[in-house]
């Protein structure tokens, strides 16, 4: 049930990402966050992430960082 909301959750990160026109490279840089966590979180085993990182992603993606729940 918990992993359930982290792959909506990379999935809408990935959504997102592509309509920014951002690849994996650049919304992980902008993010400051490391490009293979960046894929982790949009794969199909992704980790629990910290509400720093979903504030940087939101940030990154110009959106309120509740904008990332599914």
């Known amino acids: 049930m918990e992993s359930d909301i982290r792959i909506k959750l990379g999935k809408k990160i ?3 990402r592509a309509k920014c026109g951002y690849t994996q490279e ?11 966590y960046l894929q982790k979180i ?4 992704p980790p629990a992430l910290k509400i720093d990182t979903i504030e ?3 940030k990154a993606l110009k959106i309120n960082p509740s904008g990332l729940l599914p």
């Open 14 to 16: 990935k959504e997102l």
């Open 56 to 58: 940087r992603l939101a």
């Open 26 to 36: 650049e919304l992980a840089e902008i993010a400051d966050i490391d490009y293979k």
């Open 42 to 45: 949009e794969g199909k085993n």
